[in-house]
């Protein structure tokens, strides 16, 4: 990318951060039922674990594909 070790780093964590929360907005946008409502109204704990896994998981697609 650059010559500068921190303009690099900045640069692929921001387009990280980005693939992250489109990739989450898109799952979300996919489970048959608002996960939002499910988490904070309903307080569905099955819920939460499983949008906490997703992220997990996309976390660590993007951290591998980054690496």
Not at 25 to 51: M, Y
């Amino acid at each position: 990318m650059t010559e500068i070790p921190i303009l690099n780093a900045l640069l692929y964590s921001g387009l990280g951060i980005l693939v992250f929360v489109i990739a989450l907005a898109v799952v979300s946008k996919l489970a048959p039922f608002d996960l939002r409502k499910e988490i904070v109204e309903e307080k569905n704990v099955a819920a939460a674990i499983l949008a906490g896994a997703v992220a997990l998981g996309i976390g660590w697609i993007i951290a591998a594909t980054m690496h």
